[in-house]
């Protein structure tokens, strides 16, 4: 019987150009489920409201720590796009 394997999000082209593109934002996407949905999505990104927003929510549930991972993994959704 054959095996059959399933891509996982670190055969995306956008890992591929993380990854050769900075190893910091690579590493964080291959940790980070949450930073890897964001990279991957398709659709438009989120307007500045938006932004305000997730950034507010992020803090108000984890605190200043969660509002660093929360710029992190927008900083890396932006880059996954522009590489």
């Given amino acids: 019987m054959a095996h059959v394997t399933q891509a996982g999000p670190s055969d995306h082209p956008r890992a591929a150009a993380l990854e050769a593109a900075s190893k910091t934002l690579f590493e964080l996407f291959s940790s980070d489920p949450s930073a890897q949905g964001l990279a991957l999505a398709e659709g438009p990104l989120p307007d500045r409201d938006g932004y305000a927003r997730a950034m507010r929510s992020a803090y108000a549930e984890e605190g200043m720590g969660g509002l660093r991972r929360a710029k992190r ?11």
């Fill in 73 to 83: 993994r927008r900083l890396l959704q932006i880059a996954a796009r522009d590489v």
